[in-house]
């Protein structure tokens, strides 16, 4: 079985582009975390999706950020305006929705993340 | 106060020792809790999960919990090179729609 992947797998865009990431999900995973991790912090939660219908999205830093999951499947993240403090590496992240049992024992599976550096 | 604290290490262990990862969260309300291993530009990979009050097992790797105390730790016996990583520790927060909160992770450096 496939895991997640993400693409690319590094991005060096300068300030003020546009970036977009991708994430596949493991097939079957109705729920689909972004997370982020910028230099000498810990990851942190960006935003939650279950199938096409963002769950939580407390964790975007602001509205440069705009995250889609059309469909259910892939999910995509975008940066527009891109900014120095950007920079970091985002990961991907999906579980299962399990019949009978809280979303809060959800075993997560990450991708192995995008290093995106904003120059 | 940040959420989930971790020694951020390095922690140093010879090979074949026990080596001891500690965890301390602070919202109460937590209810599930899970160690990943990182290894440097990898993803983060699942080793154990617990969601019950004591010990759980599997294999080398052994997850304790005390809710009360609000310690999780994680120990792996028999420590081998391949170990040397860094350990997550995640904080399930809610009922639904979960997500995780991480601490910085710990260093574990096993050496030959």
């Known amino acids: 079985e496939a895991g997640v992947t993400q693409f690319p797998s590094h991005s060096v865009i300068e300030k003020g582009q546009t970036v977009t990431l991708r994430c596949d999900p493991i097939?079957?995973?109705?729920?689909l975390y972004w997370y982020r991790r910028v230099m000498g912090k810990e990851i942190k939660f960006l935003l939650h999706f279950v199938k096409e219908s963002k769950q939580d999205e407390s964790g975007m830093p602001n509205n440069r950020f705009l995250a889609e999951r059309t469909g259910g499947t892939y999910s995509t993240l975008k940066v527009q305006p891109a900014e120095l403090e950007d920079s970091g590496v985002y990961f991907c992240a999906s579980s299962q929705v399990l019949a009978g049992m809280s979303s809060s024992y959800n075993e997560q599976f990450f991708g192995p993340g995008t290093r995106l550096t904003v120059l | 106060q940040k959420e989930v604290e971790q020694n951020s290490g390095p922690l140093s262990v010879p090979e074949g020792a026990i080596a001891s990862l500690n965890c301390t969260y602070s919202d109460r309300g937590s209810q599930s809790f899970f160690w990943y291993r990182q290894y440097s530009g990898k993803s983060p990979e699942l080793i154990m999960f617990?969601?019950?009050?004591g010990d759980k097992e599997d294999g080398r790797f052994t997850a304790q919990l005390n809710k009360a105390s609000q310690y999780v730790s994680l120990l792996i016996r028999d420590s081998q090179p391949s170990d040397s990583a860094t350990y997550l520790c995640?904080?399930?927060?809610?009922?639904?729609?979960?997500?995780?909160?991480f601490g910085p992770g710990t260093r574990l450096s096993v050496l030959p």
């Open positions: 097939s079957g995973h109705d729920n």
């Open positions: 995640a904080v399930g927060k809610r009922n639904y729609g979960q997500n995780f909160v």
């Open positions: 617990i969601y019950s009050n």
